[in-house]
């Protein structure tokens, strides 16, 4: 079965870091972009950052500067290094992945971190 679980999600206070794992696991031939997305309590689900097979990377413009995404692709892992959070930072973050399995090319959601930035 393939999937792809989030980790290292929890409370920090307002300046604090975290780091987000994803790893993707299951008969996986190949992956192609990953990203990550959180989605807030009332609000829609938003782009965090993207990165690409090749490593280019893409950041909502509220992150920047702040986060860091990175991949290694022996481990079929995804991370996103957050720094710098903020209170508007809190959500759940979901990691997104194009996958080759044998199904073929699909789009893959993990079942999503809690990220609550609080004094």
């Known amino acids: 079965q393939v999937q792809l679980v989030e980790s290292g999600g929890g409370l920090v206070q307002p300046g604090g870091s975290l780091r987000l794992s994803c790893a993707a696991s299951g008969s996986i031939f190949s992956i192609y972009a990953m990203g990550w997305y959180r989605q807030a309590p009332g609000k829609q689900r938003e782009l965090v950052a993207t990165?690409?097979?090749?490593?280019?990377?893409n950041y909502a413009d509220s992150v920047k500067g702040r986060f860091a995404i990175s991949r290694d692709n022996a481990k079929n892992t995804m991370y996103l290094q957050m720094n710098s959070l903020k209170p508007e930072d809190t959500a759940v973050y979901y990691c997104?992945?194009?996958?080759?399995?044998?199904?073929?090319?699909?789009?893959?959601w993990g079942q999503g971190t809690q990220v609550t930035v609080s004094s």
């Open positions: 990165i690409t097979g090749g490593g280019i990377t």
């Open positions: 997104n992945a194009d996958l080759v399995t044998t199904a073929g090319l699909k789009d893959y």
